[in-house]
């Protein structure tokens, strides 16, 4: 398995531009999971779906971030407009929900500068 | 919901060095527990893991014991080398069927020659 793909690998924006960021996830996993990682904040929990369902959306700073998963295979996450404290690496994960002890495979990520 | 202490970073130690990061939880129940690693400019990777109390999980050279007793579950490595520099993430699964991990801080460990 190619394990958890995201693109682009780096995405350099302009502050008010529409940025996605794409996640393939291990093919049979029925979790997926959207983090954000900083210096100041760490690794923060944005979102996560069981089953290409939004779970729980509580992580997700504003109104401009939104994600999606329309089938088993694919997911983005969207921020429009994008601000320069958007700045950060993005990583996606998915598991297997009900798999104790499988834990989460993560993707290389997305380093996002928004100047 | 579940909770991590990690010790705070950075941990700086000399090539061949013994390592420990240590790592304490609040959880409901006996969850499996995590440790995940970091290499610089990648994303988070298991290392290893321990499913029930007493369990060791062992991978290149690093052990944790789940110690059920002190919700504990300490990494450590006897030789550390340049190559370990990244940083460990120590991770509590959530009980029943939601199987959610709380990520803990992380510590950072380089290590010099």
């Known amino acids: 398995d190619a394990g958890v793909i995201q693109s682009p690998r780096h995405e350099v924006t302009e502050m008010g531009q529409e940025v996605t960021l794409r996640c393939k996830p291990i093919s049979g996993h029925n979790s997926l999971f959207w983090y954000r990682q900083t210096m100041m904040r760490g690794l923060e929990l944005l979102i996560y779906?069981?089953?290409?369902?939004?779970?729980?959306d509580s992580g997700m700073p504003e109104d401009r971030f939104s994600a999606k998963m329309p089938n088993a295979s694919f997911s983005t996450l969207k921020i429009q407009p994008s601000e320069p404290r958007d700045s950060a690496v993005y990583f996606c994960?998915?598991?297997?929900?009900?798999?104790?002890?499988?834990?989460?495979?993560f993707g290389s990520g997305t380093r996002l500068t928004v100047v | 919901g579940n909770s991590v202490t990690q010790m705070e970073g950075p941990v700086t130690l000399s090539e061949e060095a013994f390592l420990t990061i240590n790592c304490t939880y609040t959880?409901?129940?006996?969850?499996?527990l995590f440790w995940y690693v970091q290499y610089p400019g990648e994303g988070l990777q298991l290392l290893l893991k321990?499913?029930?109390?007493?369990d060791k999980g062992s991978n290149k050279g690093f052990e944790a014991t789940y110690r059920k007793e002190t919700t504990s579950f300490h990494l450590e490595k006897g030789s550390v080398q340049v190559s370990d520099s990244a940083v460990y993430f120590c991770?509590?699964?959530?009980?029943?069927?939601?199987?959610?991990?709380?990520f803990g801080g992380g510590t950072r460990l380089m290590v010099k020659p």
């Open positions: 991770a509590p699964e959530g009980g029943g069927a939601g199987n959610m991990l709380t």
């Open positions: 779906f069981n089953n290409n369902v939004p779970i729980d």
């Open positions: 959880a409901t129940g006996y969850p499996s």
């Open positions: 321990a499913t029930k109390a007493d």
């Open positions: 994960a998915s598991s297997l929900k009900g798999g104790q002890g499988y834990g989460y495979t």
